[in-house]
């Protein structure tokens, strides 16, 4: 399948979105309104007053859920265009950094990313539904509002 950039931005968006929603993230904005940085945003942050190097149970389960909603967007990529899809920009910052804190040697934060990637397409393969109707509004509208997001997913 080909499909044009806004069609594939959308559905990375989405992706980000729906897998954040449903790990129990907050979803604040979605867009694939382009700017100087990216094509499009999921702004999903992290509670007021993290400190990511608290490493306390509940807060490797929040950086994991994290990371997890991080690289759904590529993850919804693939699936949509049926291509491999890298992390570019702030995704790949963010997944670092997330990365960082979550493991010590090179091998251990490989296995965290592979087992966050396989968390986002069970998620994903599982929401696919709520991923179509999110990037349709999303190129309807360019950007959401997390309520809107929410309400679109929760529709689906």
């Given at each position: 399948m080909t499909a044009d950039r806004s069609e594939t931005t959308a559905y990375h968006e989405a992706g980000h979105?729906?897998?954040?929603?449903?790990?129990g993230l907050r979803v604040e904005t979605v867009s694939v309104l382009e700017d100087e940085e990216s094509l499009g945003r999921a702004s999903i942050p992290l509670?007021?007053?993290?400190?990511p190097d608290d490493q306390g149970e509940g807060s490797v389960d929040l950086m994991e859920r994290q990371l997890t909603a991080t690289l759904a967007g590529a993850a919804a990529q693939r699936m949509f265009t049926g291509e491999d899809a890298d992390l570019g920009g702030n995704?790949?910052?963010?997944?670092?950094?997330?990365?960082?804190?979550?493991?010590?040697?090179?091998?251990?934060?490989?296995?965290v990313a592979?087992?966050?990637?396989?968390?986002?397409?069970?998620?994903?393969?599982?929401?696919?539904?709520?991923?179509?109707?999110l990037a349709e509004r999303?190129?309807?509208?360019?950007?959401?509002?997390?309520?809107?997001?929410?309400?679109?997913?929760?529709?689906?």
């Open positions: 979105a729906v897998v954040a929603h449903a790990l509670p007021e007053g993290f400190q995704d790949e910052r963010g997944a670092l950094s997330l990365l960082m804190s979550l493991g010590e040697t090179s091998e251990e934060m490989s296995a592979d087992a966050a990637d396989g968390r986002a397409e069970a998620i994903l393969r599982e929401e696919w539904v709520a991923v179509e109707a999303l190129l309807e509208a360019g950007e959401l509002t997390g309520y809107q997001a929410i309400a679109s997913i929760e529709r689906s």
